[in-house]
């Protein structure tokens, strides 16, 4: 064995490798681990010119893995974007929107959020209007905090050509008044016009880039997966890798179809993928959308929702908000699966996971064991029959811990779902006793307000606010040990990117991606978990984050 140039000595290192847990030491050589083991064994592979650091008892992980984070929209939205909090109230929002309309020349667009279902009864039977009066000479586009719809003013909507004869898209609606005269409330596709306005110039693309990768380091994460890139994205992305940037591990899934714009052909997918892949950025990942979220309705359910004006729960057709029809959802599953790419869908509805666990298993049949882990973004919701097919067709359940315990956004779920439906929302400790393979994301910015996983890492053992800010709990039965909640974040994320055994392990021949924390995560409480600051990150041995 070659002799290290780095050992790590006087550790408390948690390998996450089962064939050893726990170790004090760590050798290093040319960005990869060569050996993890006692102080002793570890010391025995220096040689003249190697550096010995002392870590005095410090405690050592793998780097983590958000497998579901946006990250440049992220960055856009915190450096480029109206941003009031997933907490603010209506008169906030607002005065955000009027600020930022002074400081612009008229005309130009103003984006940003983000709103809340709860907040709909404030706007008054025409939304459109209150964003009139703050900004009147600026088209005003506000994103929900689901990301699934929007909230338009009337310069907005005339810009996208959406008036009295718009007729609504497939896969979306504008809402309108009693007249048939869109409100300003658009969602799903019905968004798409307006999101076309929506453009970022490469200076922006670039320094939202830089900034996303300093917050993911700064959290801890030595890997993450974008889950909806368009070329822009992974222009974005390569271009970080290409100047010595990119100081993650990254898997972009090219989008094949999204109701905010147009279909993909494989063809053009491949072209990009070829196109844009890198050392650092792997880019054999596909990206559909099968349904929309909970609070718009537009989540694929078995069971209706709850009734509420211009609703009928006894209307109700499972298959009506999917956004692909099964038939044509399992041709582009087969052939996705066919060309090598790892799919992952946005499944919220228990109807919508049904059919795309449907769809794998016509791939399979279709083309045998490809060996791909197809995965299910989000998972909310699970019906039990289902639960067991995600180990049966080799699928991975792709959770949101972030999104567990009670937040801002919990009252209008519970008005549109019911309390009954919202206590078997994320059933992660059923989902992994049916055998699931499982990762996690974030989803930030979407839904959730920032990327920290530490709070979410809280939440999954507790399904409880760790900030206390929220009272309850919301599926307390579901709730897991640390001990099976961190192979999500290590060994779990680490598989879907196709990079076992090379992250989120401290083992021989892996990358040397690892995190210090201030004391040792497995004896932290809850609330403790939820406020660690990372000490340092390190990835393929470069410390690329330190306090």
Not at 88 to 96: G, I, K, V
Not at 109 to 114: A, C, D, L, N
Not at 294 to 315: I, V
């Amino acid at each position: 064995m070659a002799n290290a140039q780095t050992i790590f000595t006087g550790g408390n290192l948690l390998t996450m490798d089962p064939a050893r847990p726990r170790a004090s030491a760590m050798a290093v050589a040319e960005g990869r681990i060569l050996a993890v083991g006692s102080d002793a064994d570890i010391r025995a592979l220096a040689g003249p010119g190697t550096r010995e650091e002392r870590l005095h008892g410090r405690f050592v992980m793998p780097g983590l893995v958000d497998s579901h984070v946006h990250a440049i929209w992220g960055g856009l939205r915190d450096l480029f974007e109206v941003y009031v909090g997933y907490g603010a109230d209506t008169p906030r929002l607002l005065e955000a929107v009027r600020a930022r309309a002074e400081a612009l020349p008229p005309g130009s667009w103003i984006f940003g959020g983000p709103w809340r279902a709860d907040m709909r009864g404030e706007m008054g039977p025409r939304p459109s209007e209150l964003l009139d009066a703050v900004a009147p000479a600026h088209p005003v586009a506000l994103r929900d905090a689901s990301q699934h719809s929007m909230w338009c003013n009337s310069a907005a909507l005339a810009a996208a050509g959406i008036g009295p004869g718009w007729t609504d898209p497939k896969g979306g609606h504008a809402e309108r008044d009693e007249d048939g005269a869109p409100t300003g409330i658009l969602h799903e596709a019905a968004m798409g016009p307006v999101a076309a306005h929506l453009g970022h110039s490469p200076d922006q693309m670039a320094r939202a880039t830089a900034y996303c990768i300093e917050v993911l380091n700064r959290y801890g994460y030595t890997a993450f997966k974008e889950p909806m890139a368009y070329e822009a994205e992974l222009a974005a992305y390569a271009d970080a890798d290409r100047r010595g940037r990119l100081t993650l591990h990254a898997a972009a899934h090219i989008t094949r179809f999204s109701p905010l714009g147009d279909a993909l052909s494989p063809d053009e997918m491949d072209r990009l993928r070829a196109l844009y892949a890198t050392d650092n950025l792997r880019t054999g990942f596909a990206k559909l959308f099968l349904d929309g979220v909970g609070p718009s309705r537009t989540a694929s359910f078995l069971e209706p929702y709850a009734p509420a004006p211009g609703y009928d729960p006894s209307s109700h057709v499972p298959d009506a908000t999917l956004l692909i029809a099964p038939e044509e959802l399992a041709e582009i599953v087969i052939d996705l699966d066919r060309r090598g790419y790892v799919i992952k869908t946005h499944t919220v509805g228990d109807n919508a996971a049904r059919k795309m666990l449907d769809a794998i298993a016509a791939a399979r049949r279709a083309n045998g064991p490809s060996g791909l882990r197809h995965e299910l973004a989000h998972c909310n919701y699970i019906h039990p029959d289902d639960r067991p097919r995600f180990a049966e067709l080799g699928a991975v359940a792709e959770v949101s811990p972030k999104l567990w315990g009670p937040n801002a956004m919990t009252p209008g779920q519970i008005a549109v779902m019911g309390e009954e439906r919202l206590r078997q929302n994320h059933p992660i400790r059923s989902l992994m006793d049916a055998g699931a393979q499982m990762s996690v994301g974030t989803d930030w910015p979407a839904a959730a307000p920032d990327a920290n996983p530490w709070t979410g890492l809280a939440m999954m053992l507790t399904r409880t606010d760790p900030t206390g800010r929220y009272p309850g709990a919301i599926a307390p039965d579901q709730a897991i040990s640390l001990a099976r909640a961190l192979p999500l974040y290590t060994t779990g994320g680490a598989r879907t990117l196709g990079m076992e055994g090379k992250t989120g392990v401290l083992g021989a021949g892996a990358w040397a991606d690892f995190i210090v924390l201030p004391q040792d995560l497995t004896v932290m409480a809850p609330a403790e978990i939820a406020g660690i600051e990372v000490t340092q990150t390190v990835w393929k041995g470069e410390v690329v984050h330190a306090t």
